[in-house]
C-alpha cells in the first residue's frame, strides 16, 4: 500500500478568483516542504489551482521533485465573483448540510469525495509515499466519505482544513488527520 500525505495548500491571499499564497503562507509551505523532504517523498502531484500549484512548486523545490497537476485535486467550489459572496457563501453551507446539493459554482461535496478518491486509488499505484497539494473542502468531503461524518473533527467541518496541515492515508485507509505538528 502507498503513503499518501494530503496537503492542505498554504494561506492565500484573500481574493477571489485564482489567488495566490501570503507571505505567511510562503514561510508556510517552506516549512511543509522540509517536512515532505524528510519523509521521503517519491512523487509530488497537484491541483492546479495557483494556491495549490505554489505550494507544491516549494516542496518540489525542497525535494527536487516534479510537480504532476491533476484538476480531480481541485476545490469543491472557487469564488470568483460571478456571484456575490454572501451567495457563494451560502452555497458552501449548503453543499456543507446537503452533500447532494449542486452548487451553482461547483460540484457537489459527494461528487467532490468520489472524484478525490478515484484520484487517489489512482495515484496509490505510485510507488510511495506521495505527496498531493490539495484544498480543505475536497479533503473534508473526502473523509466524509472513507470515516464518516461522526468521525470528522467538527472544527474542520465549521472552520476548514488548517493551512499546510497533512492528512495522512494509507492507500485510502486515514492515518492522521490534518496534523500541523511540522508547522511549530
Known amino acids: 500500500m502507498t503513503v499518501i500525505y494530503l496537503v492542505q495548500h498554504a494561506e492565500k491571499k484573500r481574493e477571489p ?7 505567511l503562507g510562503q514561510r508556510q509551505a517552506a516549512k ?3 517536512w515532505v523532504r524528510q519523509v521521503g517523498v517519491r512523487a509530488l502531484f497537484s491541483s492546479p489551482l495557483r494556491r495549490a500549484r505554489e505550494t507544491a512548486q516549494m516542496i518540489a523545490s525542497r525535494t527536487g521533485l516534479q510537480v504532476e497537476e491533476d484538476a480531480r485535486l481541485r476545490e469543491r467550489m472557487n469564488w470568483d465573483e ?3 459572496i454572501e451567495e457563494f457563501q451560502a452555497d458552501w453551507a449548503a453543499s456543507v448540510r ?9 460540484g457537489s461535496s459527494r461528487a467532490t469525495a468520489e472524484r478525490m478518491r478515484a484520484c487517489l486509488a489512482d495515484l496509490a499505484q505510485e510507488p510511495g509515499p506521495i505527496a498531493v ?14 470515516i464518516g461524518d461522526q468521525a470528522v473533527p467538527i472544527e ?6 488548517p493551512s499546510c496541515a497533512i492528512t495522512t492515508l494509507d492507500h485510502l485507509s486515514v492515518v492522521e488527520i490534518a496534523s500541523v505538528s511540522h508547522l511549530e
Open 98 to 106: 446537503d452533500r447532494d446539493f449542486v452548487p451553482s459554482s461547483g
Open 32 to 34: 511543509t516542504a522540509e
Open 156 to 161: 474542520l467541518m465549521e472552520q476548514g482544513v
Open 82 to 84: 460571478s456571484q456575490r
Open 17 to 23: 478568483g485564482d489567488p495566490g499564497l501570503t507571505e
Open 133 to 146: 497539494v490539495t484544498h480543505g473542502g475536497a479533503t473534508v468531503d473526502l473523509l466524509r466519505t472513507l
